[in-house]
């Protein structure tokens, strides 16, 4: 069977901008390096007040199939990734499906549809979905789109109202993808876990700091479990490797695990170990504990050399560039930071056709899954499909009293009178819950 892969994408930014150091770091009495430095964010985006998760994703899926020319015939299946979901019966892909029949010939009556939920990791696994539906040969020729769409709010005065974004990601898979091949080769780490829950809730309760090390772990045993399947893996194997970004400064600590791994029984490591030694293996140690210090210790080390510092700037720091101005997207996050990494190598002027790429997804609750990715011949003139920039430029920047008004009407008060800060661009539009949502 031909290749299966990522063939399109298409991002669609909340229309509103918060600025954390100008606006958002002096209303809450807090130095603006906080955000710039420590959490590595410079502003997030935000839905406007007719905005939603519908509105945005069927914004993104439109754009994408008017730019490749699609009809709803062309499309067999439709997954929605969300953890902002509003109806626990009816799927967001079915709100998103009767926007798009609205604006194109044909409907989706042939498209199975459905909503994944994993929180931030559910993205990639409606991506896996759909490469399992073609490779077993069930889609007729037929493509699937996935999108990816949060409002990722947190109550006002939690610790994560620093992270907050919304958005979406919209995502052709297809046999003979133009943008990325996607591999067999995965590895999870999965565990039970409550550091971050919305049981029948609009804002998350959320152990900020313990979710930190729930990401770290999982994603440590998704490396390790990648390896079983990619044992011979060089820290130069991969182009870039995009993360799931909450913020970058998550993403700074697994960038060290990341590279950490990619070195282990490799020159690099050799190299290295005449200036910090080399790694410390599990079995050299009888007990866990000391095994984790002597890592940490080892890790301590390996974040100063030379070696880390100039992979992490040409491998992880263009991953980040347009996760720093938007936020988390929680599930389209991770697909913003390939986005940005793809984008990174446009803008350079990088061959990149034929490299490959290794994804780090993650979703609280909590599942890791790392994967491989080989970029295609067609990735150039996707990536110079894209309007980020020019969608992120045009944001209404908000004042921190219009981000208290924008707040509360998110919280599924989207019905009540609100102001709108910006005007819809002959886009769909918030209708109020459980009608249609109009293109205005
Ligand atoms: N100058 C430079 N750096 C500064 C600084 C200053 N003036 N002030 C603080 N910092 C640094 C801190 O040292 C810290 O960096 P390190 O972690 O490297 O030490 C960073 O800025 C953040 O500061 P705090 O730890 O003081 O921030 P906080 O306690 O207010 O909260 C948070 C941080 C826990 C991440 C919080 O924003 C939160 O709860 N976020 C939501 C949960 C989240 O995003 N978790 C991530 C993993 S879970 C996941 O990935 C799923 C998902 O999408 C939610």
Not at 5 to 19: P, Q, S
Not at 172 to 194: K, R, W
Not at 252 to 268: Q, W
Not at 377 to 405: C, M, P, V
Request: hydrophobic share 35%; with cysteine; glycine share 8%.
């Amino acid at each position: 069977m031909s290749a299966v892969g990522i063939d399109a994408i298409e991002i669609w930014t909340g229309k509103l901008e918060l600025d954390l150091p100008n606006t958002f770091a002096p209303a809450k009495n807090e130095d603006p390096e906080k955000y710039t430095k420590g959490l590595g964010l410079q502003t997030s985006s935000f839905p406007d007040t007719y905005e939603d998760i519908v509105t945005m994703g069927a914004n993104a899926a439109k754009r994408l199939m008017d730019r490749k020319d699609l009809m709803p015939d062309d499309i067999g299946r439709i997954d929605v990734a969300t953890e902002s979901a509003f109806d626990n019966s009816k799927p967001v892909s079915t709100y998103i499906a009767g926007c798009l029949e609205r604006v194109h010939d044909g409907d989706f009556h042939h498209a199975n549809k459905g909503e994944r939920k994993f929180a931030c990791v559910s993205g990639t696994q409606s991506i896996d979905d759909a490469y399992n539906w073609i490779r077993a040969g069930r889609h007729r020729g037929r493509s699937a789109l996935v999108i990816a769409t949060d409002t990722a709010l947190y109550a006002r005065g939690d610790p994560g109202e620093a992270t907050q974004g919304a958005g979406a990601v919209a995502m052709l898979i297809s046999e003979d993808p133009s943008l990325v091949e996607l591999s067999n080769e995965q590895g999870y780490g999965s565990a039970d876990e409550t550091d971050f829950l919305k049981p029948n809730q609009q804002f998350p309760s959320v152990d900020g700091k313990r979710s930190m090390q729930v990401y770290l772990a999982r994603m440590r045993e998704a490396v390790e479990d990648f390896e079983s399947v990619a044992w011979d893996m060089q820290p130069e194997d991969f182009a870039y490797i995009p993360f799931h970004t909450p913020f970058p400064g998550m993403v700074r600590k697994a960038g060290l695990l990341g590279y950490r791994h990619t070195i282990r029984d490799t020159e690099v490591e050799d190299e290295l170990a005449e200036q910090i030694g080399r790694q410390p293996r599990e079995a050299e140690y009888d007990d866990w504990e000391a095994y984790e210090e002597a890592i940490r210790a080892y890790m301590d080390q390996l974040k100063d050399t030379d070696e880390y510092l100039d992979w992490y700037d040409r491998v992880i720091e263009p991953t980040l560039d347009i996760s720093r101005r938007v936020g988390n997207w929680y599930t389209g996050s991770v697909h913003v930071a390939r986005a940005s990494a793809l984008k990174h190598a446009l803008e350079t002027d990088r061959s990149l056709a034929g490299e490959k790429l290794l994804i780090g997804s993650y979703g609280s609750g909590a599942q890791a899954e790392i994967h491989a990715e080989t970029v295609q011949d067609g990735w150039r003139e996707e990536i110079e499909a894209l309007s980020i920039d020019e969608q992120l430029e045009r944001r209404y920047d908000i004042s921190y009293e219009e981000y208290e008004k924008v707040h509360d009407a998110h919280n599924h008060d989207m019905d009540r009178e609100v102001e709108e800060f910006t005007q819809p661009e002959g886009e769909f539009v918030h209708a109020g819950w459980g009608r249609m949502n109009e293109r205005k």
